[in-house]
Nanobody, 124 residues
Framework: QVQLVESGGGLVQPGGSLRLSCAASRTIFSINPMGWYRQAPGNQRELVAS???????NYVDSVKGRFTISRDNAKNTVYLQMNSLKPEDTAVYYC??????????????????WGQGTQVTVSS
């Protein structure tokens, strides 16, 4: 049973923007912090941005000022708005709900759910 469904990836030129979406079941969304991760070929998966249930956020230094994570509690959806994209942002992006993100944020979580991944390619 698919728990997290991602959308919004694609090909964009440097300096462009994309918005990723991750829709979750109400139960998973309401009890967990949410995170966006990315993995480029040959690299480890890294946490890009995370958001607690109350709305506080964290970002990796390389995306601060360019990416914004938000959550819509009515739609059980978390978003990642990506502006001023750079070629080094190219990766497969995954959303997570549960223990992986909870541990990174120092909060509690339940279960550990991942989206299927969406490709983001920044290239001219």
């Amino acid at each position: 049973q698919v728990q997290l469904v991602e959308s919004g990836g694609g090909l964009v030129q440097p300096g462009g923007s994309l918005r990723l979406s991750c829709a979750a079941s109400r139960t998973i969304f309401s009890i967990n912090p949410m995170g966006w991760y990315r993995q480029a070929p040959g690299n480890q998966r890294e946490l890009v941005a995370s958001i607690r249930r109350g709305g506080s956020t964290n970002y990796v230094d390389s995306v601060k000022g360019r990416f914004t994570i938000s959550r819509d509690n009515a739609k059980n959806t978390v978003y990642l708005q990506m502006n001023s994209l750079k070629p080094e942002d190219t990766a497969v992006y995954y959303c997570n709900a549960g223990r992986t993100t909870a541990q990174a944020m120092g909060v509690s979580g339940s279960g550990d759910y991942w989206g299927q991944g969406t490709q983001v390619t920044v290239s001219s």
